[in-house]
C-alpha cells in the first residue's frame, strides 16, 4: 500500500513538473515550429548565394537558431505605441524608423539590386531593414509579405538584440527571437501579451525588452561602423566608414590618451539620446523625462521629406546649439608682407584701400563626438562658406555660395571625400561596390582643426570698414546626389548654419580689444592654428603656432607635447626628446607625453625606457588602440613573443579591423606554431590592407578635376585673383640650416 | 488520343502563361500584395492577371466579395504633363500625399469602396487602384483602404526610385 502510495506521489511530482516545464518552454516550442516550418519553405527558394551556411552574408546580422524568422514575430510599433506614446510619436519622425522607405536610401539600393542582385542588398539592409534579412525576404521570386518596410528600424528590433558580436560593424548583432515579457523564471515569452500582463508584471518586461549594452556605444557600432567586404564587391576589404572609432578616438571616450583637449566621458547616446521632458504619456518615463528617440543629429532631409515638421525643427535646433564647430578668423597677412596678423582682434594692425589681404581662418571641431561629417560624408554637404562685403555691403569677394540651380560653388572649401572608381570616376549615387580609393577627404576629426586661406583684394576705392564673415554650413544631402533621385525638379533642400565668425577690419588703424565670449581663449587659438599646420604637413609653421601657446602658458604640459609630435612627425627626433622632457617635467607620469618619448626613447636605443613610458601609458588607458600597437611592436622587437601576442590580441579586442594587429599576429602565431590562426590573420591581413594601386585612380579623377585637385593641396588657397603670370623657373640648389639639430643641404 | 494531346497542349500552354506571368511584377511582390487584400498568396481564392512591367492585377474573389488591387506604370516623355492628367481624375476630391514620389494625389473611386493613388517618381507615372465590391466590407472600411493603398503606392514609388 504505501509503496503503491509512493510510485503515484512519484508520479504525480513528475507530472507537475513536466507540466511546469511545459508551460516555461511551450511558448518557446510553440514558437519554433511555425518558425521552422517558415524557415523550410523560404528556404526552399532562396538564394544561397554566399553559402547555405552564410544566409545573410555580404551582412553580419546573426539570429539565435540559425533560422530565418516570420516577419510578424516582430510586433509593430504601434503594439508599443500602446503604452509609449512619446517614444512613438518621436521614433515615427526619426531616422531609425524611416532607415528603408525614404527615397534617399531606396535610390542607391535599388541600383544594388538591378545591377548586381537583391541578395547584394542583405549588406545594406543588415542595417536599414533587418527584419527583411532575418525573414529572408532579401531573394529573387520573394514570398514575404513586406508591409514592415514602412516601420525600418522597427522598435522590436533594437529591443531584441540578445547580444553583439566584436565591433565589426555591418550589422554586428545576434538578434533574438522577439519577446515582450520573460515568464516567472525568465524564459522569453515570444510575441505580443496582453497589455494587461506587461503592466502586472513591469519588471519581466523589463528584462525582456532591455539590456545593458543597449547604452553603450558598442550597441551603436553594430551598425554605425561599416566595411565593405569581399563578397559585396569582388575586390577587397575597403573601410566604408566608423562613427564607432572616430568616438573611440575623441575626447569623449576617454580611452586614447592623444586629443589634443580632453572632455567628459559622454557615449554616443549621451548626445543623441539626451533625456527630456514627455509631451505624451510613457510608461517607460523616469521623473517625467524620457531617452530621446529622435536620436538629433544632421539629417535634415528625411523630416523635410515627410514633412515631419517637429523633427526638422529640432534637428535644426540640435545642430545649431551643441557648440560643435568654433569658427576663429584667426589672422591675416598683407600681399608681400611675411608678418601674420594674429590672433586677430589680440593685436593692433593697419590696413589700406587696395591691399590684397589673406585671411587665415580656423575652422574647429570642438565638441563633435567624430568627424565632420560623419559616415556618408560623400553624400553630405557640409561646407566653408566666407563673404567680404564693403561699408555699403556690396561682396567684395564670395566663396562657398550656392548657385542658381541649387549647386554648391565649385572652388568652395567643402568637408566631403570623393571616393572613385578604378576608372578615377567619381563614386555617384552612393555605388559603394565600386569604390576603389578615395581622391580626397576634406574631413575634420573629432577634436582637430582645419586651417582654409581666402585671399580677397580690398577695392581701391573703399572708405569704411569690410566686414568678413567665416560659416560653417550643412545640407544633407548634396544637390546632385538629391537631382540624381528626383530629377532636377525638386525643392531646396534645408541648409542651415552650424556655426560662423565675423569680424570688422577697419581701413586704417585697427587696435586690439576685449575678446568675443563666443571665442575661444588666444592660446587654444595657437593651438588650434598650430593643429592645422601639423594636419597640412608644415611643421615650422606648426612648432612656432604651438611655442605662441607655451609663451601663453608655460605651465601647459600639452604645449610641449605638441612642439614634441610635430618634431617626431618631423623626424627630429632630439629637438622633440628637449620639449618632451619638459612636458614630463611639468606632468609626470603624462600619458600623452610618455606615449611620444616612448617613440623617441625607440628612436635612440633605449629600449628600457621605451617599454616602461608604454607599459605606463597602457595601464593609464588600457583601450588605447596606439599604446598597444606600440607596446606591442617594441615587445616583438625585444623577441618577448608572448608579451608581444598579448598585446597585439588586445589591441584586436578594441579594434577587429586593426592592421598592425593582423599583419604582427599573423607572424607571431606561424612563430608558435599555430598556422590556422596565422593563416587567418595573414588573410585578413591581405584583404584589408591598402591596395598600392589605388593611388593611381585617384590621381586620375584629380587630374580630370582641378577645381578638387585644388583642395587636395592641404596649403591650397581660395581667391578670385588672377594668379601671378610670370613663367616658373627652377630654383638653384642652396645650402641651409634646419631649425634645430643639424644643417641640411 | 487527339483530344488528349490537345489537352496536353492547353495544359502546357496555360502553366506556362501563369508561370511566366507570376513573375512579372517587378514593383510588389505576391505575398504583399495579397497580405493589402487580406489573404496569403497561397490561397485559391487569391489570382493574378495582367502582370507585366507596366500592369499588375490582383484579385481575391470570397463568395460576394472581390477585393482587386491594380498597379500600372508607365515612363512618359513629358512626365509632369501624364502626372496632370492622372491627377485630374481626383479634381477637387484628391488630396495631395506627402512623401510619395516626387509627388501623389489620392481619391476615392468605385462609388466610394476604393481609393485611387496617382504619383510620379521622375519620369516614371503610376496609378494604384485599391477596390473592394462590398458596401461595408468589413476587413476594407474606408480608413484600411486609404492606409492600404497609401502602404502601396510607398511600396511602388520605393521600388521606382
Known sequence: MRRTIRTLAMTGMLALAGTTLLSATGAQQDQDTPRKEYSDKISSSYNFRFGKDRPFIPGSAKVEGDEFVQPGAFPNAKYCAHCHQEAYHQWRQALHSNSFRTPFYRTSVNILIRTKGIEFSRHCDSCHNPIAVLAGGLTQDSHVDRKFDSDGLTCMTCHSIQSLQSTNGNGGFVMGIPAVMVDEKGNRIPGEVPYDEILKHSDRHSEAVMHDFLRTPEFCAACHKANLPDTLNDYKFVRAFTTYDEWQNSKFSQRNPLTFYSGDFTTCQGCHMKRAAITLPDYGAKNGTFASHRWLAGNTAVPFYYGFDEQLEKTIQFLRSGNFMNVDIFAIKKAGDDKMIAPLGSVPYELKANDSVETYVVFQNKNIGHSLIPEVRDLYEAYAEFIVKDSAGKEIYHSGFIKPDGMLDERAHSFTNRPVTEKGEFVDNHKVWTIRSVAYDNTVQAGRSTLVRYQFHIPANAKGPITVTAKVNYRHLRQSYLNNIFGKDHPLYPLVEIASRTRVLNIGKNPAGPADPSDNPDWMRWNNLGISYLDQLQYVDAVQAFTEVIKLRPDYADGYTNVGLTNIQWEKYSSAKGALDKALTLSPDNARALYYSALVERRTGHTEAEIADLKKVVDQYPQSRDARRELGISYYQQHNYDAAMEQFQKLQQIDPDDLAAHYNLSILYRRMGLKDKAAEQQALFVTKKFDPGSPTYSLTFLRQHPEISTESVPWHMHTDNPHDQKPMTPMAPQAGSAYSGGTYR | ?161
Open chain 2, 1 to 161: 488520343m487527339r483530344h488528349l494531346r490537345l489537352a496536353f497542349f492547353v495544359f502546357v500552354a496555360f502553366l506556362s502563361a501563369t508561370c511566366h506571368a507570376d513573375s512579372l511584377c517587378p514593383w510588389i511582390n505576391k505575398a504583399t500584395a495579397f497580405g493589402v487584400l487580406g489573404v496569403s498568396e497561397e490561397s485559391p481564392m487569391a489570382s493574378v492577371s495582367e502582370l507585366s512591367a507596366t500592369v499588375c492585377n490582383f484579385t481575391y474573389r470570397d463568395g460576394n466579395i472581390t477585393r482587386e488591387l491594380r498597379i500600372t506604370v508607365e515612363q512618359a516623355k513629358d512626365p509632369e504633363q501624364a502626372f496632370n492628367a492622372y491627377k485630374a481624375h481626383c479634381g477637387k476630391d484628391g488630396n495631395s500625399l506627402r512623401a510619395i514620389g516626387n509627388e501623389a494625389v489620392m481619391c476615392a473611386t468605385n462609388k466610394g469602396q476604393g481609393e485611387q493613388v496617382f504619383s510620379r517618381v521622375r519620369d516614371n507615372v503610376f496609378t494604384i487602384t485599391l477596390t473592394t465590391s462590398a458596401g461595408n466590407d468589413p476587413t476594407m472600411p474606408r480608413d484600411v483602404l486609404i492606409e492600404k493603398a497609401g502602404l502601396v503606392a510607398e511600396q511602388v514609388s520605393g521600388n521606382l526610385f
